[in-house]
């Protein structure tokens, strides 16, 4: 197959070598230059999407971020490059189109349980924006759209951790904390190309949401640092399960 990468940062390099490496042909867009070898890579912005002459592309990846998080960042990255995507990608026999949002499009805030049934409802108009970049690929791609939806994306550096663990002396409520690894999200963004039956939509984490000050605590007594105090009993944040993650037969390795 030949897979198109819109966007080309840490997530879609790691699917794209898996991808090259089952013998796929892979072409990628960025606004910066690329080095490595596996892929055709084309600079451009987004906005101006120009693909005519590329040979016919089979499945697309859409992974793009922000350079801020704004409003106004969000509508351009988000909602504004959809239409230019669009009508690059309507020249092309497209089979599957994947596009990477968050579960920032459910509003929940009270530590309640969200699951690939839960209606999204943003609370904020990043969340909206978001949603609205949703609805309108499956929009223009009714039967081959597909929505993944990462909770918080981790690698394997504690650095942020480690600062937080040496700077929080108190913590205003009790928040809980989803997280997927970047390696599991960007195998099952692989592992969903060839799946027949597919959802409209997909949650990805770990199943596993933590209380991220008991997290940040635990931290502090491994490194013998005075541990922070928890102000407030009230729960913020929410509990996210990626059930049809786990219906898919897809397996974390983290």
Excluded at 138 to 160: L, N, V
Excluded at 167 to 186: E, G, M, Y
Excluded at 221 to 235: K, N, W
Aim: net charge neutral; charged share 20%; glycine share 4%.
């Amino acid at each position: 197959m030949h897979i198109l990468f819109i966007g080309y940062g840490k997530t879609s390099q790691r699917a794209a070598k898996l991808l090259f490496a089952a013998g796929h042909q892979i072409t990628t867009i960025s606004r910066s230059a690329k080095t490595d070898t596996l892929a055709h890579h084309l600079q451009q912005d987004v906005h101006g999407l120009n693909l005519e002459d590329l040979a016919p592309i089979d499945a697309a990846y859409v992974l793009l971020s922000p350079n801020a998080s704004t409003v106004e960042a969000y509508q351009q990255t988000y909602v504004d490059t959809v239409a230019p995507i669009v009508r690059a990608l309507k020249k092309h026999p497209i089979q599957r189109i994947m596009v990477v949002s968050s579960t920032r499009v459910y509003g929940e805030n009270a530590g309640e349980r969200v699951d690939d049934e839960t209606v999204p409802q943003p609370n904020d108009a990043q969340g909206r924006l978001l949603l609205q970049m949703e609805q309108l690929y499956q929009k223009a791609f009714p039967a081959q759209c597909m929505i993944i939806r990462p909770a918080g994306i981790y690698s394997g550096s504690s650095a942020r951790m480690q600062k937080l663990a040496e700077t929080t002396k108190s913590f205003p409520a009790i928040q809980w904390s989803n997280r997927i690894h970047i390696d599991d999200l960007a195998r099952f963004l692989v592992f969903m190309l060839h799946v027949e039956h597919a959802e409209k939509s997909y949650i990805c984490t770990n199943n596993q949401p933590q209380l991220l000050h008991e997290r940040i605590l635990e931290l502090q007594r491994a490194m013998h640092l005075p541990e922070l105090v928890l102000q407030s009993e009230i729960e913020t944040g929410k509990r996210i399960y990626a059930e049809r993650m786990a219906e898919s037969g897809f397996h974390l390795k983290y």
